[in-house]
Nanobody, 119 residues
Framework: QVRLVESGGGLVQAGGSLRLACTVS????????LGWYRQAPGKERELVAHITSGGTAGYVDSVKGRFTISRDSASNTVYLQMNSLKSEDTAVYYCNARRPLSYGYQDYWGQGTQVTVSS
């Protein structure tokens, strides 16, 4: 019953900004880690940013200093603020929620939202 709904994707010129949002509904308890992945055509899905329940964030090197991940616990929403966008940021971006289990993890995914950066 867990659902992740994304919004905020679109077309933007290089150097511009977008903010992605993902609202997690359903059984959200123990969703300790939220993250954003992206996948470009012909490429593997890549973890872009993640944030823990305590607010600790991490980023892939290529977006450090440009992207900021945040979360609003009250609304169960995770955001990805993307600034200084480059053409290589073009991809489908997926919201991810991870529930740690005693024996591993359970991952939940959004449907994806297209981000296209024109040069």
């Amino acid at each position: 019953q867990v659902r992740l709904v994304e919004s905020g994707g679109g077309l933007v010129q290089a150097g511009g900004s977008l903010r992605l949002a993902c609202t997690v509904s359903g059984s959200t308890f123990s969703m300790n880690i939220l993250g954003w992945y992206r996948q470009a055509p012909g490429k593997e899905r890549e973890l872009v940013a993640h944030i823990t329940s305590g607010g600790t964030a991490g980023y892939v090197d290529s977006v450090k200093g440009r992207f900021t991940i945040s979360r609003d616990s009250a609304s169960n929403t995770v955001y990805l603020q993307m600034n200084s966008l480059k053409s290589e940021d073009t991809a489908v971006y997926y919201c991810n929620a991870r529930r740690p289990l005693s024996y591993g993890y359970q991952d939940y995914w959004g449907q994806g939202t297209q981000v296209t950066v024109s040069s």
